[in-house]
Structure formats: structure tokens, C-alpha cells
């Protein structure tokens, strides 16, 4: 079974840039999670899609941060402009439902904002 | 709100070694569930182990083993027979089950020795 796919693995940008990152979750699982893991923390949720619906988006920075899962397969979690503080791992993860208390991670995608 | 706590920063074992990793948590739901995860310098976060609230023995799954203490809202994670490829970082987290939002400690970094 393929794990959870994520590109690009690492990127580096200026202040006020954009910047996107996706997603390709396990095959058949319904609910992807994008985590926000800044150096010397624990992930921290930005938001939940169940399908392509958003169940919980409460941590989401709204103002510079959007994402989408539009055939409730691939997702893209995008910063338009990025800040300094954006500096941080950002994680995708998958399970198959909301219930099931099993996440699968992917790698990641290491971005520094410079 | 719920809170992870995990109080070491940094732990060495020696190879063939056991080390005990702390974590507490706060909440004041009956119902949840409590994860460890670790994650290699690749990045992506590896499921351990899992403990429900309600389940009266201490969950195993291999060389892990969680040591469950309700009462001090304790859940340690025992590492046996430390090999060299568990040097990681270890997170403890915990799912709430009105709304299955999982919470990561600050984590602890395991290094073994040979």
C-alpha cells in the first residue's frame, strides 16, 4: 500500500511570497489532516477535510492561508503572502474516517521563509 | 483545553537498554484516547501505540509498551531492548472523541548509544 505522497519536500522563499504545497492521500481514505510543526514543537492541526468538505479549520491563519480537496482525493494547502513565522514542517496526514484513530503521516514539506 | 505535556527534551540509552518516556495530560473528558508517535529524522510521524481511556490493560505492540495511569493522567511509553534505529523523536498525543482532534506534546529526542 503506497503512503501518504507530498510535495515538494523542502522550499525556500521570501517574505510576502506564495507558496503551495500538496497532498495525495492513502487510496480510499476519507478524512486528510494538514498539521503545521514548527522546530522544537508537536504538529499542530490547521485544518480537516472529510471528503471534500472542511470539518475543522479553527487553527487556520484564514487571513494568508487557504486549502482545498476539491475530488475529496488530492489536497493543496497554500500561503499567499508567507511570513518569517511561517518557517515550520508542514505535515499531511490521512485515515480512513474521522473515527478511525489511526493517522498516517506523510514526510512533509520543510519551508523556510526568508 | 487540553494540555501534553512531556518534560524531557532529550533522553540517551544505551543499546539493549529499556528508557521509559514521561507524559502527562490534562483534560476533563472521561472519554479519550492517548498515542505515541515517533518520528525519524526523515519526518514523517510513525504510529506506536494507542490507549483508550477506558481500557483497563496497559496497551502493548512489540518491544512498546504504554504504562497507563489514569488517576495521575499518566501515559508513559517503555521502549525495550533499545536499538540504534529508535534514535527519534518521540510525541505524545491525545484525541478528544467528541471531536477526534488529536494534541502533540513538545516531544521528547531518544538517542542510543552502541
Known amino acids: 500500500e503506497a503512503g501518504v505522497a507530498q510535495s515538494p519536500r523542502y522550499k525556500i522563499i521570501e517574505k510576502r511570497q506564495s507558496v503551495a504545497f500538496w497532498c495525495n492521500p492513502i487510496?480510499?481514505?476519507?478524512?486528510l489532516y494538514w498539521y503545521q510543526q514548527i522546530l522544537g514543537q508537536g504538529p499542530k492541526l490547521l485544518i480537516q477535510?472529510?471528503?471534500?468538505?472542511?470539518?475543522?479549520d479553527s487553527q487556520l491563519p484564514k487571513d494568508r492561508f487557504s486549502a482545498e480537496r476539491l475530488k475529496g482525493v488530492d489536497s493543496t494547502l497554500k500561503i499567499q503572502p508567507a511570513k518569517l513565522e511561517d518557517s515550520a514542517v508542514y505535515l499531511c496526514?490521512?485515515?480512513?474516517?474521522?473515527?478511525?484513530?489511526?493517522?498516517?503521516f506523510g514526510p512533509g514539506t520543510r519551508l523556510t521563509v526568508t | 483545553a487540553q494540555k501534553i505535556t512531556q518534560t524531557q527534551p532529550g533522553m540517551f540509552v544505551q543499546e539493549k537498554e529499556a528508557v521509559t518516556l514521561d507524559c502527562t495530560y490534562d483534560?476533563?473528558?472521561?472519554?479519550?484516547?492517548l498515542f505515541w508517535y515517533k518520528q525519524p529524522s526523515s519526518g514523517e510521524m510513525i504510529f506506536l501505540i494507542y490507549?483508550?481511556?477506558?481500557?483497563?490493560q496497559n496497551a502493548t505492540e512489540g518491544r512498546y509498551s504504554l504504562n497507563f495511569q489514569k488517576a495521575r493522567k499518566s501515559a508513559n511509553l517503555v521502549i525495550s531492548a533499545s536499538q540504534l534505529g529508535d534514535s527519534a523523536m518521540y510525541f505524545c498525543a491525545m484525541r478528544r472523541s467528541n471531536d477526534y482532534k488529536l494534541s502533540f506534546g513538545a516531544g521528547t529526542t531518544v538517542t542510543v548509544r552502541a
Open positions: 483534560t476533563s473528558d472521561q472519554s479519550y484516547g
Open positions: 487510496s480510499g481514505h476519507a478524512t
Open positions: 477535510f472529510q471528503n471534500n468538505g472542511v470539518v475543522d
Open positions: 496526514a490521512s485515515s480512513l474516517g474521522q473515527v478511525s484513530y489511526e493517522q498516517y
Open positions: 490507549q483508550g481511556s477506558y481500557d483497563e
